[in-house]
């Protein structure tokens, strides 16, 4: 049986170029993919058969499980990540087994994925500070790889982004544009990004002596809903003095801050400035907003094709340490973001 | 070993109870939980075990492909729909496989899935009109179930919304509010709900004998973009008197056509109207945009959901017509539509 790098030596192409060419991608031109198609038929090439992984004794198969209760929400940028990490395993013939847990079920539902035998490794979303999912496959040495990372001296493979560079340099324009009351829109807490963009967040402000009031940090889902609530609660003054400047982990929430600026007849980028974290949801881009919006941006797409590259080297027993990747973030400023009202906005 | 029918019939609870109890889900008393998780440890049951697998000769595995080329979109409503079949195929200890294929290499992604061995049975995405994989697959006889159908008298399991319930509605509530200049975004031409919508758009036009000029019907990607692109042609007037009313396959691309009318000064019920299927995005919800939007309504995960229940059945041997469900679709008049403006709206 011929392997797909036997293959792809007889061609003088690499793996990825003829998976890619096997899979019908339009960067493969169709000259390069018919000769392909050709010599897999000559060599009797089969992808993924069930003989090899039973020669191999392995599975060929990945785990991710998601976190979502019934009736609760699921993270619309969780598809752009699927996309991404199931695009990079079809490129190393791996296979991507998706299971959801209740989120107090995360451990178990693990635990029983390793012990089914379906897989030969696993990418672990949303990790948390003291996570027990990573404490249990590290003790049992079961291969896997983790989108995001907590701590310094980290023992795991990870794909992580900037997110003390990203929310540091996003809190310095708001306070260089004049921004003194500045409100955080953060994500659920104990999430190691929120936690990462919050001590980034607070830092930043109190290197410049610059106070923050408990009550303009704020920790939800990421929804639309969420931030106009937020939003909409503080602008309304009830409870204080409203912020003149807004910092979302989301576009989403960010969309629901503009809908609660909007209903207070504020002009956005002018009354009240906003920057939103943006991973790159294609269907819905913030550069098209009806107030074009400030973004720091990655596209999450680019964790997926990361984490499957470093799960495939992981299997094939690269050390977990080798496998650590932390991506820059832009900040790309847009009309969102404007100079602080003069009166400090007060007059509201 | 023992099953999880055994399993429930000892407790005297459904196997549904009992998958949702030890999956941590909250419906599941936590009484009920622990005496579910002793029963399972003092049984020794253990759910989808490669044993059991080589025992049935079965994988445990359902396959699903979507369609993504590389920097291409993926649809986001796509993990709503992943969240349904993912939970109902739990509860049937059914895992999920994913994969992806660019849109030309659809088939052959099917055809290789199939001869891996690795699943009992798939779920097929959007189907097209003499869509060349559910002629495979029935040839092949290889168990599967549609999310669609095409035509009268269908010989495969699937589940469908009632597209044309749903448009001939919207379209008559246009008429009925003195429309007459209705312009259709729809999604991509061939796809089956397209072809739906479109012949109940152009049916309710003709029996009420307004004529629909072709430039009224676009087909495109159902992003927030293409939504915009379209109605701000439109809008132009360059080619002819503009729509006074929009009709819209998605509520992304609703929110294009209101960033259009924005810019081109309209107000959203009053100058113009707008209706869009909403297939409930939980963090985006038509009924909060700036403008509450008029939407014909089902929320997408059910789909999922009744899909993962059929292709259970169908592995487990029921006939395809007896696992085939049309689900009503409701029409939720919001703030997005209004009166035709009594000038025909031809002095903007």
């Given at each position: 049986m011929t392997t797909l790098r036997e293959l792809a030596n007889?061609?003088?192409?690499?793996p990825a170029t003829v998976s890619r060419a096997l899979n019908g991608y339009p960067e493969v031109g169709e000259k390069t993919r018919i000769r392909v198609v050709e010599a897999a038929e000559a060599l009797n090439y089969r992808p993924n058969t069930s003989a090899r992984r039973l020669a191999t004794g392995k599975s060929g198969m990945v785990g991710i499980i998601f976190r979502a209760a019934r009736n609760l929400l699921v993270d619309p940028h969780f598809v752009e990540y699927l996309a991404g990490l199931?695009?990079?395993?079809?490129?190393?013939?791996?296979?991507?087994?998706?299971?959801?847990?209740a989120p107090g079920a995360q451990l178990a539902a693990y635990q029983r994925l390793i012990a089914s035998g379906s897989i030969d490794g696993l990418v672990v979303s949303a990790p948390e500070v003291d996570d027990p999912r990573i404490a249990m496959l590290t003790?049992?040495?079961?291969?896997?790889?983790?989108?995001?990372?907590?701590?310094?001296?980290?023992?795991?493979?990870?794909?992580?982004?900037?997110?003390?560079?990203?929310?540091?340099?996003?809190?310095?324009?708001?306070?260089?544009?004049?921004?003194?009351?500045?409100?955080?829109?953060?994500?659920?807490?104990?999430?190691?990004?929120?936690?990462?963009?919050?001590?980034?967040?607070?830092?930043?402000?109190?290197?410049?002596?610059?106070?923050v009031p408990a009550r303009f940090v704020s920790h939800s889902e990421m929804s639309e809903d969420a931030g106009y609530n937020q939003a909409a609660k503080w602008l309304?003054?009830?409870?204080?003095?409203?912020?003149?400047?807004f910092l979302c982990s989301s576009t989403l929430m960010a969309i629901g801050v503009m809908r609660a600026a909007g209903e207070a007849g504020l002009e956005i980028g002018k009354d009240v400035s906003i920057i939103a974290h943006d991973d790159v949801l294609p269907h819905l881009r913030s550069e098209h907003f009806s107030t074009p919006l400030t973004v720091t941006r990655v596209p999450i797409r680019e964790a997926g094709l990361a984490l499957a590259e470093m799960i495939h080297k992981r299997i094939d027993g690269a050390a977990p340490k080798s496998l650590q990747k932390t991506a820059n973030v832009d900040l790309i400023v847009r009309n969102s973001t404007g100079a602080a009202p003069q009166d400090g906005g007060r007059s509201w």
């Open positions: 007889h061609l003088g192409l690499s199931s695009m990079g395993l079809a490129d190393r013939e791996l296979d991507l087994i998706l299971r959801h847990a003790e049992r040495n079961f291969p896997f790889v983790v989108h995001g990372h907590v701590g310094e001296d980290v023992a795991y493979g990870f794909y992580d982004i900037d997110n003390h560079g990203a929310f540091s340099r996003a809190t310095e324009l708001l306070i260089a544009l004049g921004h003194r009351r500045i409100a955080f829109l953060n994500g659920s807490a104990g999430l190691a990004f929120a936690v990462q963009r919050e001590a980034a967040f607070r830092t930043t402000l109190a290197a410049r002596g610059i106070h309304s003054g009830l409870h204080g003095l409203p912020p003149t400047a």
